[in-house]
Nanobody
Framework: QVQFVESGGGLVQVGGSLRLSCAVSGITFNIHAVGWYRQLPGKQRELVATIGSGGYTIYASVVKGRFTISRDNAKSTVYLQMNNLKPEDTAVYYC?????????WGQGTQVTVSS
């Protein structure tokens, strides 16, 4: 059974940085593309960054140049380095495979950017 455990969120001021981590279990991590998703208040969950099994990356335009996704296959962990945070980045952040292949989601980690 696939599981995702996100961590690293918190309260940060505009322009600040956070690094999110997501430990993945229950799948052969190194062969899957994985992504970071976020759900803004009152909005649908959206994909913000993807990293393929070979390390290629794709970013949503709203985070490109500010966020960096990376992975450690030995630890079955995916990271999201978020710099120059803006109030509109306030959301619950989740990781999952990309595309999502099961209905399993972790609890997410809350990121709040204060102005």
């Amino acid at each position: 059974q696939v599981q995702f455990v996100e961590s690293g969120g918190g309260l940060v001021q505009v322009g600040g940085s956070l690094r999110l981590s997501c430990a993945v279990s229950g799948i052969t991590f190194n062969i899957h593309a994985v992504g970071w998703y976020r759900q803004l208040p009152g909005k649908q969950r959206e994909l913000v960054a993807t990293i393929g099994s070979g390390g290629y990356t794709i970013y949503a335009s709203v985070v490109k140049g500010r966020f960096t996704i990376s992975r450690d296959n030995a630890k079955s962990t995916v990271y999201l380095q978020m710099n120059n945070l803006k109030p509109e980045d306030t959301a619950v952040y989740y990781c999952n495979t990309a595309p999502v292949s099961s209905g399993a989601w972790g609890q997410g980690t809350q990121v709040t950017v204060s102005s």
